[in-house]
């Protein structure tokens, strides 16, 4: 998709510098330009247009980007969390199954886990 875009930002300039350089001195030439910009600017409004459900009000698709990837980063930070807490819980299950005469310690810990 980068490559994708890189590709496309330099079809854009390409087109933007003939159109400079043709300066409408060929009709043809000015006519099938203007028609490549259409459709390039056809192209980008497409291509926003389909993120505009996944945008807040005045955020554009980077600023989205850059808000999906620090929510991402914040429930994976929240499910590590979770997962040492359910280790914990699991060891201290086994212990209290093998009859570990210190688990009503514990126990109070995993409360303690549990609620903070």
Same mark, same amino acid.
């Given at each position: 998709?980068?490559?994708?875009?890189?590709?496309?930002?330099?079809?854009?300039?390409?087109?933007?510098?003939?159109? @400079?350089?043709?300066?409408?001195?060929?009709?043809?030439?000015?006519? @099938?330009?203007?028609?490549?910009?259409?459709?390039?600017?056809?192209?980008?409004?497409?291509?926003?247009?389909?993120?505009?459900?996944?945008?807040?009000?005045?955020?554009?698709?980077?600023?989205?980007?850059?808000?999906?990837?620090?929510?991402?980063?914040?429930?994976?930070?929240?499910?590590?969390?979770?997962?040492?807490?359910?280790?914990?819980?699991?060891?201290?299950?086994?212990?209290?199954?093998?009859?570990?005469?210190?688990?009503?310690?514990?126990?109070?810990?995993?409360?303690?886990?549990?609620?903070?």
């Amino acid at each position: 998709m980068a490559n994708e875009t890189n590709r496309q930002g330099s079809t854009e300039e390409n087109l933007v510098k003939r159109l @400079r350089d043709n300066r409408g001195d060929d009709p043809a030439v000015t006519g @099938r330009l203007e028609e490549e910009a259409a459709n390039a600017l056809a192209s980008a409004l497409s291509k926003l247009a389909a993120c505009e459900p996944y945008l807040k009000e005045d955020e554009t698709p980077a600023e989205c980007i850059e808000r999906n990837r620090k929510d991402a980063q914040v429930t994976l930070t929240l499910l590590a969390r979770e997962k040492r807490k359910n280790e914990q819980i699991t060891d201290w299950v086994r212990k209290a199954s093998e009859g570990d005469s210190s688990i009503q310690g514990a126990f109070i810990e995993i409360e303690a886990i549990c609620n903070g």
